[in-house]
């Protein structure tokens, strides 16, 4: 039972919580760490293996077929941190509750650390010990930074050969420019890795080669050059702290003994306020490492309490802040993070909650539909697995079953609490593909999964092309729409004919220009008259299409001032160049006129479309592809061959790293060229090489291209 005085039913008091994930780049150890942590929890009593697909997290059957994490998986486990002889622990007998998100590590899947970061309240970020700092990583590390999420860094895969912990930890602080510091120092590498140095505790944890699977380990005092490292890294870490810890730095000024529960206390503050990254070292596959890390989660991450209120805003006034105060004792508030067709329990609705308490039973409330719904079954997850309870409290990450006008970043919480929480936000798809049924019996499964799997992602986009009827789907790349058609066929048994990948160009403008439309029909009867003068000019990059209006004296009538911002944004949707939509583009309405009798809502938004078509043909169009960021990491000997190879990839060189073991080439490539690239990347290393990219910008495309593309829309429409 609780300890909480407030909520004696509460199973873990809030301060013995901590809501955590697991991020990294791809292939880095993340499914393979949660793996152990479960095992050394007691969640689970056999460890599986990625590469068995065998593991907890990785559920699904693409993902054990791929050997890679898809969709984020929640899974909660227990912990003591066990009294060690000589070992000082914050929270010592104390057993704590671990809810775990286990991210996917592919750009394609970005979507699923986003939402995941923006509910959790710390992180371990996993780095590989040969490969340092990764392209995915870096943009793991930049969501973490936009939610303000403390973390703590584990370099895994200390056995492999060229594994380096300090050449990682280094690596760490120059690119993101962070107080970093050592708490656990890999004792050895590669095949001598034994075991670790406890720098706060000056101990050494050996790790024993047994069948108990790391779970036996000694502790020892150190000697020797492993002395002298760790009291050198305790130095540091204590000079760091006390310029950043006021309670720390005023007992170093006034000379007062600073013990290791000082030091921990004061490590624990810091992280919580993102001065601070810890920094572990270990083998998640080789079993060294693991419990020390998780002794650090529950030691330094913040548990629910020790976060800032959840900030919203009212939806009436979108500038009156609104809190929700972690306390099971206030108004129930949530935020919807994850939808998920679940094949047992039909829709499932992933919620943190932020305060208050729901039961099974209760109405709640969304602000963003204004309507209540009653939720069903309340579900703690464990990766796949359901287990039902009946109420969830602040703190608490779980499921819902039984909400239908659900989206993802919906807030949910009791009517008389006015607050919508802030959503999380998602990349625009750079990658289409038409898809279309093969038999007449497929077409409304087809329709149906389509829709079930883009309510899921917000990164997938379904429409259909009003020139062709073709159903067209966008996604993150590649590899994003070939799971998605692979689970049309697999879990909605929909058989459908799939196209060539496409390219989501944009359209833009170099140059103000004016316009001028207008539409006047008279057939007898009733006519059509509009009339609309505007003028567009560039946006800032990234900003979308503004508009305003600056009709002064009634030019418009304010009753068709509405159809004419409606003209414009269905103009926006379709560039003159080559039909793809238009970004960043400011349109001022300047003038127009209206006649008394012909003057109706559709001629004003004909007008309005036949405004911008004419300024756009004087404010010199472009054609903007996206461009990826793409890092190649390869053996020296085929550097040369790889760079010529970008090279006619239409790609730019940005820089060269050269390693121990490989190289690393840094390049901006359009994405258009990056097709079959895994294939010709292989043939050209022998299938040594390999590499990553991730969306970067939309950039210019050169003449030539888009002349091609020019000449295959005019021959379309």
């Known amino acids: 039972m609780s300890e909480n005085p407030n909520n004696p039913n509460r199973p873990y008091p809030l301060e013995r919580t901590r809501n955590i994930g697991i991020a990294a780049h791809i292939d880095a150890g993340k499914t393979t760490l949660t793996e152990r942590i479960l095992f050394y929890t007691g969640m689970i009593h056999r460890i599986g293996e990625v590469h068995d697909g065998a593991t907890v997290t990785d559920h699904m059957e693409q993902e054990r077929e791929r050997g890679i994490t898809i969709t984020s998986a929640a899974v909660t486990c227990e912990w003591i941190q066990h009294p060690i002889e000589g070992v000082t622990k914050l929270f010592e007998k104390q057993k704590q509750r671990i809810n775990i998100i286990d991210t996917p590590g592919h750009v394609d899947f970005t979507a699923e650390v986003e939402r995941s970061l923006r509910v959790l309240d710390g992180a371990i970020v996993v780095f590989c010990g040969v490969a340092g700092v990764q392209p995915q990583t870096e943009t793991v590390w930049r969501q973490a930074d936009k939610y303000g999420v403390p973390r703590i860094v584990f370099v895994n895969k200390m056995d492999r050969t060229g594994a380096n912990f300090e050449n990682v930890f280094q690596d760490v602080k120059e690119k993101f420019g962070v107080q970093a510091v050592r708490i656990l ?71 007062e003994e600073i013990t290791t529960d000082d030091l921990k206390q004061a490590l624990r503050r810091a992280t919580i306020a993102n001065q601070i990254v810890p920094v572990a070292g270990g083998s998640a596959f080789k079993n060294k490492g693991v419990q020390f890390l998780v002794d650090a989660v529950v030691d330094y991450l913040p548990s629910p309490l020790d976060i800032p209120a959840a900030q919203g805003q009212s939806p009436d006034d979108e500038s009156l802040e609104v809190f929700a105060k972690t306390d099971d004792n206030e108004k129930f508030c949530s935020l919807a993070f994850k939808l998920w067709a679940d094949k047992y329990v039909g829709k499932l609705v992933f919620f943190r909650v932020y305060s208050g308490m729901v039961s099974k039973g209760d109405m709640v409330y969304n602000p963003r539909t204004c309507k209540k719904e009653r939720i069903g079954r309340l579900i703690k997850m464990h990766a796949d697995k359901h287990e039902d309870i009946e109420t969830c409290y602040a703190g608490d990450i779980a499921a819902i079953v039984g909400l239908k006008n659900v989206q993802t970043g919906d807030t949910i919480c009791q009517q008389n609490f006015e607050i919508m929480l802030e959503p999380p936000l998602f990349p ?31 990164t997938f986009v379904v429409k259909t092309d009003e020139d062709t009827g073709q159903t067209i789907i966008s996604g993150m790349g590649e590899l994003h729409l070939e799971v998605i058609v692979d689970r049309m066929k697999r879990e909605f048994k929909v058989e459908c004919n799939v196209g060539k990948p496409q390219i989501a160009y944009r359209e833009t403008i170099s140059c103000a220009a004016d316009g001028v439309g207008k539409l006047v029909k008279q057939s007898g009867g009733r006519g059509q008259y509009g009339h609309v003068v505007l003028d567009v000019a560039p946006e800032e990059k990234g900003k979308g299409i503004t508009i305003d209006n600056l009709v002064v004296g009634g030019a418009i009538p304010k009753e068709f001032i509405n159809s004419v911002l409606s003209g414009v944004q269905i103009a926006m949707s379709n560039g003159i160049i080559a039909g793809y939509p238009v970004v ?131 021959y379309a429409s």
Do not use: W
């Open 185 to 255: 120092i890999p004792i050895g590498a590669e095949e001598n890795l034994q075991g670790q140095i406890d720098v706060l505790n000056m101990k050494a944890v050996i790790y024993k080669d047994d069948d108990a699977m790391g779970s036996t380990f000694d502790i020892q005092d150190l000697e020797g050059d492993l002395l002298a490292e760790a009291e050198a890294a305790r130095e540091e870490l204590q000079s760091i702290l006390c310029d950043c810890d006021e309670e720390l730095g005023e007992k170093f000024l006034m000379e």
């Open 428 to 458: 625009e798809p750079v990658i289409s593909m038409a898809v279309e049924p093969r038999t007449v019996a497929d077409q409304e499964k087809m329709s149906l999964a389509l829709a079930r799997l883009s309510e899921e992602d917000p």
């Open 584 to 714: 960043d583009v400011h349109v001022n309405i300047t003038d127009g006129s209206y006649h008394e009798v012909d003057s109706n809502e559709n001629a004003f938004k004909m007008a309005a479309i036949l405004g911008v078509r004419d300024a756009f043909k004087n404010a010199k169009p472009i054609l903007l592809e996206p461009v990826m960021d793409v890092e190649v990491t390869t053996p020296e000997d085929y550097q040369g061959d790889i760079m010529g190879d970008l090279n006619r990839r239409r790609g730019q060189i940005q820089e060269i790293e050269n390693k121990p073991t490989h190289a690393v080439l840094k390049a901006h490539v359009p994405l258009a060229e990056m097709f079959g690239y895994s294939t010709a990347i292989r043939t050209l290393s022998s299938g040594r090489a390999d590499y990553t990219m991730r969306p970067r910008s939309f950039e210019q495309v050169p003449q030539a291209i888009v002349d091609e593309l020019t000449n295959e829309y005019a």
